[in-house]
Structures are given as C-alpha cells and as structure tokens.
C-alpha cells in the first residue's frame, strides 16, 4: 500500500475545500492511514474515531464534538476488491453549514473516497505499471480543482497511454476533476452569495425577518436582535407570534405577511411598545412559501413629526397674535405664507394671495421706491419703508413695513411684518402742530416762523419782519379773564392775516407779540405802507364777543439782507426796533437801523445783570419819610428800590424798572421789597419805636399773576408785622 502517495492526495483535497479528509483501515485494531498528520506509517485510531467504525448505514452525518471542537462530519464505509474495508471521514469547523455545503461535503467525501479506491486498485493490481505513468497521474490529481492552462501546445503523448488501466483512470480523474471544478466555483457563488446577503441585512438599520410557509423564523438581522433584544441563534425555526409580542396579545400573522399593504402595527420590544411599519414581501423557494418582513421603528419619526406639527401650530398661532401683517415672499417675489391679518386687511383671498406679487398691495406712485427697499433687502439684509398699503377695495392705509433676508430650505427669500401706523402718524401730526402752531390761534409759532425764514434766505430773495406788540391786552386779558383774552389774540390774527398777502406767513411768538414774514418785497418802501396799513386797521374798536376792544399796536421792521442774513438776527433786529417804536408811544412803527442795535445790546447786559440782583444781594431799600406839615411828626414812609451793581455803581431805577417790568422780573423785585420792608417795620418796633406806617410801589403785572390779599396777608404773618 503506497501511504504516501495516498497522503499527498489527500493533502491536496483538504487545502482545496477547505476540509480535513481521513482514512481509517477496519480489521482486528482500527487503524488511521490517511490524515492531516499521517506521512508514511499508519497511526493508531483515536478515541473521538472509534464512533466511525459502528454507524449503521451506509453514510453517517452530524455536528459532533471532535478534538474538542464543534464540526460537521460525514462518514462513508466503502468495501475494497482486494479484501479491505475503509471508512472515508470528512470534517469542517463551522457554526452553520446550509444543507446545500452538507450536500458538497458529503459530495467531496465521495469523490475522495472515490479517488482513494482507483489508488488501491491500481496499485494492488498493476503495482509494476505505476512508475512514471503513476506520477504523471499524481500530478494530475495535484492539479484537480485549479482553472485549466491555456494550451500553447498540442497535448504530447502520456506516459499511461500504453495500458488500459491507467488510460482508464486518466478518464476518470479528467472528469472528476471537471466536476470538482464546476462544484468549486457554485461552492464560491453560494458563499459570495450568502456573505453578501448576510452583510447587506446585517448593515441596515432596517429590521429584517425572514419566514418559512410555516412562519417559522429563518432570518434574522442584527438590527432584529437590536430592536426585540434576541439573538439569531435564539429563534431559528420558532414560530414568529411566539417571538414577536403585540400589545393586546392578538394579531393575524398569516393575513398581516400575505398583505402587500404598508401598515403601521403597535409591537413589543425591548425598549416597551413602539410603533412599526411593516411591509411583506412573498417568494417561493423549492416550490414552497417564504415571507420577508421589513420592519422600521418609527415612534422617533412620529415623536419628531408631531413635535414639528406642534411647532408648526406655535408658529401659526405666533404669527397669527402679531398686531400686524406678516409676510414671506421667495427670491421670485412670490408670496409663500401670510398670517391671518394679511388676508383680513388686505381683503383678499388665499387663493388670490398664493404667489402674489409684492407691487400688487401699493400704488403706482409709491412701487418705484418700495422695489429700492426691496433690493436693499436682498442686499444688505434688512430693510424698512413707511408707504400707504393699497387693500382690496382701493382704501390707503399708512404703514410702516420691515424686511429681513432670510433663507428657506435653500431657498433665498425675505419675510417682514407691516404695521397699521395711522394712529402714530395722527400722533405726529399732533405732536406736530404743538411743536409748530400757536394751540390758542392756529397760527404757526416761533419754530415753524424760522423755518420759513430760513427758507425765504436761502430763496436769496428781498423780504421783511414785521414784530408787533399789543400794547394795553394785559389790561384786557386781567379784567375779562384769560378765555376772553385768547378769544382777542385769536381774532388779531385773523385780522393779521386779512391784510397781509397769501404766501406771507403771520405767527404768535407768545403772550401778546405777533411776527408777520412778507415775502417778496421790491424795496422797504412797501414794508413801510404795510406797516401803517395795520396800524390803521387797529385804531377802529374790534369786535370779540359782542364787546369793543380798543388795541394799539407797536410795530418793529427788519428787513433782509440789509439787517441780518441769519433767521435769529433778523428777529432779534425787529425786536429791537419794535421796543424803539414802544418808547415813541402808541400806534408806532420803527424801521431798524444799527445804533438801535447798541441800545439793544446795552438793554440786554442791564437785563442780564439785573437777573442775579437778588440773589446777590446788590438791591437795597431806601424810606422816604412822609412828614405831617400841621405837627411836624413823621406819620410814616414810602419804601424805595435802589440797584448797586459792583461794576456799574448806582443804576437809576429810571433804566432798570422798565426791564423789569419787560422781562418779568418785577415780579421776583416786588416780592422781595414787600418782604423787605416788612422784616424792617417789625425791627423798629422791637426796637421800642412805635408801629410806622410803610408804603411799598406794586407793578399792575403783579395784581395780575396773583392773589394780591393773600401774598401781603402771607408776607406779614411770616414777617411778624401787625397790619
């Protein structure tokens, strides 16, 4: 027996399909002569071999424990002409080996133990024939299962063509090797097969569970032990209801895999009960029923779809409490989405909003300077501009409209919110007329008299101010009270107004002055005649209220650019030439000139430093006694307000009084003379003189501006003084 050469076969058979092949000699002691570790001599039969020598068929196939391992084995006893008996054992390590790698395998043994006889046979019977004809053989055999060479030669004559055995088992091994090539590459297509398939279910998320006709479990992912928390190996060939638990413990599985329908079931997992879609797919194998289920956990995609619908609501109900419009156009200036205010102001449809565009709400004189606004958006980001929205039925609302770029899935656009500002602008206008009109005439005030002024210097041509003062209205405005006085300023305006031409401006600077803006004027001359005209018109009574009120007025002229080319200059010159006109008496008009401008500014200086004459302690009382000519005996005195300015020396009340009395500050004089002399009436009599009787002068503003009983009661008790 030529063990060696069986070996090498055998090595060559085992490094080809990956499997161990061994041979056992029955007889008296069992004994192993072919195996991965057998050379020349046979070995003694191990213990985990002794179970191959009694199977009872004819072939024996089963997973056993083998050199401490789990393999597959398969067994095959074959009878020998010359008297033996062999048993052919093949092994491979594998967790799962699909029936069809069983089929191989035990294909594999066959032809193994195939080969192995034509060996015996040959060499027993033609032992002198196998010299080089025998090792050409081997080395065909060597070469089974590797692709064929490429012929660059036509086939020279073999050494075994002389004898009819082993041309014979030349045959033979020639088509063995065939078979075991074209079983070599199905085995690689089934294994590619299969790992593919394997990889391709376990990298899915997806899980993916596999049924026979029965509904019993024959694949199953990674991701299905990841989601039911079993392994694979757990639920082969159980039942799929037995492994896969409903909420209420009920459901058709026949009728749910034989549905093509995409359902969303309740199932149990590891994590507690989730929501599953499922989808079935039917195939036939081998003429039978298999059913794969696809299965995705989508309680996340739920979950996220309502908490999106929820934000969703929150944005609706948002934009919907904004006070205004909101809007959101695309890059095409399409309207994509408005709140509720948009279609209810606007008055139109939401089918006639879809895809408005944006001109459609503003008129034509105000598109050119929205599209800009627009454009600055895209631009620059953000935008504003207060325009009148044009609605539906061609009512103008003013409206104050943002913008800010903003992008959306990919898409440029803008979104912005409209504001009704109607209230604020009537708020302006408001605001504006008390900034700028007198409340009491409606006449333009100081403001907006400098504005036209600035205006007329700017136009560069010759025009005048006229500044009048209401001599004798304190008188008016004390003796019938205040709402008559401004009935009379009011309808002095009004008779200002009508003797002064249309584009000229007539305004109330305050209390009783007047400044009257002539427009256009050739030569001073004019201002002169306008000047006197007014003057006349006022020396007739004016009727206010049923009564006759006789008025002079006291009119001051400055004209541009001879007098001053700044607004404040010009009314600063007519003030003074107006004060100029009021010493001259009633019913006078002065022109200014510029040494009215020295006396003015002397007038001011005076005015200025009288202002902290109090405070400072520069005024002083003299008394003038009053002398009884019948007894000769003082009977009292008169008190009398003297200025002694620490620059100026003694001012005469002569040129500081009527400052005073001009600039209001007789008021703060006469109270502090009244308290003054008082405190001395009480000092000489604490000094043991007898009470003295104390004259003090009081301005008429004065007896105007308050309760004259009250001050002096006031001052007196304060003072100590007995009346």
Not at 298 to 304: E, L, S, Y
Not at 583 to 599: A, I, K, S
Request: hydrophobic letters at 40%; aromatic letters at 8%.
């Amino acid at each position: 027996m030529d063990i060696p050469a069986l070996n090498r076969f055998l090595k060559l058979l085992s490094k080809e399909y990956s499997t161990q092949v061994y041979v056992i000699e029955l007889g008296t002691t069992p004994r192993l002569i072919g195996g991965p570790n057998i050379e020349r001599e046979p070995q003694p039969l191990p213990a985990d071999f002794y179970s191959f020598t009694s199977f009872p068929d004819e072939l024996y196939v089963d997973r056993i424990s083998l050199n401490g391992e789990k393999q597959w084995v398969a067994a095959r006893q074959l009878d020998l002409k010359s008297g033996y008996s062999w048993i052919i054992v093949s092994t491979k390590i594998a967790p799962v080996i699909e029936i069809s790698m069983q089929r191989q395998l035990l294909q594999v043994l066959g032809m193994g133990a195939a080969i192995a006889i034509a060996l015996v046979l040959t060499s027993l019977r033609m032992a002198y024939r196998f010299g080089k004809p025998l090792a050409e053989l081997e080395g065909q055999v060597a070469n089974i299962g590797l692709p064929l060479p490429e012929k660059t030669a036509p086939d020279s004559p073999s050494s075994s063509d002389g004898f009819r055995e082993t041309q014979t088992l030349r045959d033979a091994l020639d088509r063995m090797a065939m078979a075991l090539r074209q079983q070599a590459s199905a085995q690689e297509q089934q294994l590619a097969s299969a790992k593919l398939k394997s990889a391709i279910f376990d990298s899915t998320s997806v899980t993916i569970i596999s049924l026979d006709h029965q509904l019993n479990i024959i694949e199953w992912n990674a991701a299905a032990e990841r989601l039911f928390g079993i392994k694979r190996e757990d639920v082969f060939g159980k039942w799929i209801g037995d492994i896969v638990k409903v909420p209420d413990d009920y459901v058709d599985w026949m009728k749910l895999v034989s549905s093509s329908d995409n359902d969303v079931y309740q199932l149990q997992g590891i994590k507690g009960v989730f929501d599953a879609e499922l989808k079935s797919m039917h195939f036939q194998q081998d003429g039978r029923d298999t059913y794969t289920l696809i299965l995705d956990d989508i309680t996340a995609r739920k979950h996220a779809e309502q908490k999106l619908r929820q934000e969703l609501d929150y944005a609706d109900a948002v934009l919907n409490s904004l006070p205004g419009v909101f809007y959101h156009y695309d890059e095409s200036l399409h309207l994509v989405r408005w709140n509720n205010n948009f279609e209810q102001t606007s008055g139109y449809s939401p089918r006639e909003l879809t895809g408005a565009n944006p001109m459609l709400f503003f008129a034509d004189e105000d598109k050119v300077l929205v599209q800009s606004r627009i454009a600055e958006v895209m631009e620059k980001g953000q935008s504003s501009v207060e325009v009148d929205y044009l609605l539906r039925d061609g009512q103008r609302i003013p409206y104050l409209f943002t913008g800010v770029r903003f992008e959306h899935n990919g898409h440029l656009g803008f979104v912005g919110i409209g504001t009704d500002i109607t209230e604020r602008k009537q708020t302006e206008q408001r605001i504006r007329q008390l900034a700028l009109f007198d409340p009491v005439t409606g006449l333009p005030n100081r403001n907006l008299i400098e504005e036209n002024i600035i205006q007329a210097i700017q136009h560069g041509s010759m025009f005048s101010l006229l500044y009048i003062n209401l001599d004798r209205f304190k008188i008016v405005n004390g003796g019938y009270g205040h709402l008559f006085g401004n009935a009379v300023l009011k309808a002095t305006g009004e008779h200002l107004a009508n003797l002064v031409h249309e584009d000229d401006v007539v305004s109330r600077l305050g209390a009783d002055k007047f400044l009257i803006l002539l427009r256009n004027i050739s030569q001073p001359q004019e201002v002169l005649n306008i000047a006197a005209n007014i003057i006349n018109h006022f020396s007739a009574p004016m009727v206010v209220h049923t009564q006759n009120i006789h008025l002079s007025l006291n009119i001051g002229i400055s004209v541009y650019p001879e007098d001053g080319d700044q607004a404040d200059t010009l009314i600063e010159s007519s003030e003074i030439a107006m004060y100029e006109a009021k010493e001259l008496g009633h019913n006078t008009f002065r022109l200014f000139t510029h040494d009215m401008g020295q006396q003015s500014q002397h007038h001011i200086d005076l005015e200025i430093k009288l202002r902290s004459a109090v405070t400072d302690g520069q005024l002083h009382l003299v008394y003038q006694p009053k002398v009884n000519l019948k007894t000769g005996q003082v009977s009292g005195c008169e008190a009398l307000v003297r200025w002694n300015h620490p620059e100026l020396g003694l001012v005469p009340p002569m040129h500081f009084i009527p400052i005073a009395e001009d600039s209001g500050l007789i008021v703060d004089i006469g109270d502090w003379v009244l308290r003054t002399a008082c405190l001395q009436g009480r000092a000489w009599i604490d000094a043991g003189l007898p009470p003295t009787c104390i004259a003090v002068n009081i301005s008429a503003r004065q007896f105007l501006q308050q309760d004259m009983v009250s001050w002096v009661a006031r001052t007196l008790k304060e003072t100590g003084l007995p009346p």
